[in-house]
Every structure is written in structure tokens, then in C-alpha cells.
């Protein structure tokens, strides 16, 4: 069977596949110029950012992006912590999702004064995928509340253009109670 979407806009994985998430009309497809508008939301201001949403399309290759990054790296036992609003890496691997944190990190669920602790949120996580792109806020709050931990209890082990992977460095992880 042959899909009229580009390759790039079909999210391929053992659970959601393959799921077709179609450029709009007239939306570019070229993957470079889809990089580069990606990457040009990093150069929007907080407000702008909250306010601009991918497309379809372009989320799908944000995702293909942070996929082709974590598969060489994750085995069945991983679990995987996305540093975004939502966490779409354990169910588009056939994971299972970290025990001690949200489902959902929305800046009116959470903010720099009121947090779950480092220590439960991170307890059973092997990795952690940092988005160079953000859905919103909460990449950034994210990072202020847990970048210390993260860089006290992981290692950078690789990147793409889109996403950062980072590794637990003692794989000996404590289990959620």
C-alpha cells in the first residue's frame, strides 16, 4: 500500500502504526524546511509559544525524530521520561510509563513553588528525552524544576535535531513503592 503523506508524516511503531498525520494543504513537506520551522520556535517569545501549535505534520516528525533517537538506545526494561507536556515515547515503543510522575504536565498542574519531588518522579526512569522544541511553558518549567537532578543522575548519551537523550548513570534504579 502506498501513502500520498511523506514518510516523515507517518508515525511508524509497534503500537500506533502506522499512523498517518497528513501535511494541511499548501503546508511544506521538505524535511529541511520542516527542521527549520521547528527549530524557529525556539526563537519565539513565552507568549508566542504558548499560543503556536504544530501542525499535525509536524508533530508527527518531532515524534519520528525522538523515536529514531531513543530505539537503538531502550530496551523492553526502559522507561522513559519526556521533559514536554505530554509523553508519548512509552506507548509508541510498547513501554511502560515511569511509575512516580504525571501523565499531563500543564503549567496550571504544576509550577516552580509546587512539584512533585525529584526523587519520586525519576524513581524507576532510565531515560530522558529533552525536546530542543516544546509544545509550550511546560518544557521550560520542567527544566527549571528538574534540570538539576537531571544533570546530577544522568548522562548525555545522544541527540537529533530535535530532541536530547539523556541516560541514567547508575543503572542500578530504585523502584517506586
Given at each position: ?5 511523506p514518510d516523515s508524516g507517518i508515525i511508524h511503531s509497534p503500537t500506533l502504526g502506522p ?159
Amino acid at each position: 500500500m502506498r501513502y500520498l503523506t511523506p514518510d516523515s508524516g507517518i508515525i511508524h511503531s509497534p503500537t500506533l502504526g502506522p499512523l498517518l498525520l497528513p501535511p494541511q494543504p499548501g503546508e511544506q513537506v521538505e524535511k529541511e524546511r520542516v527542521l527549520q520551522d521547528l527549530l524557529a520556535r525556539r526563537e519565539a517569545t513565552p507568549y508566542l509559544i504558548g499560543r503556536v501549535s504544530f501542525t499535525p505534520y509536524q508533530y508527527a516528525h518531532l515524534i519520528n525524530d525522538g523515536l529514531a533517537l531513543l530505539k537503538p538506545n531502550v530496551t523492553p526494561t526502559s522507561r522513559v521520561f519526556c521533559m514536554d507536556l505530554t509523553n508519548p515515547f512509552p506507548l509508541a515503543l510498547a513501554l511502560p510509563y515511569p511509575k512516580g510522575g504525571a501523565q499531563w504536565w500543564d503549567q496550571k498542574t504544576f509550577d516552580p513553588k509546587l512539584f512533585p519531588n525529584a526523587e519520586q518522579v525519576f524513581a524507576d526512569v532510565t531515560h530522558v528525552m529533552i525536546p530542543k522544541v516544546g509544545l509550550g511553558h511546560s518544557t521550560g518549567l520542567l527544566q527549571e524544576v528538574y534540570g538539576a537532578y537531571i544533570t546530577e543522575n544522568f548522562r548525555h548519551v545522544s541527540e537529533s535535531p530535535l530532541w536530547d537523550l539523556y541516560e541514567r548513570k547508575n543503572p542500578a534504579v530504585p523502584q517506586v513503592k
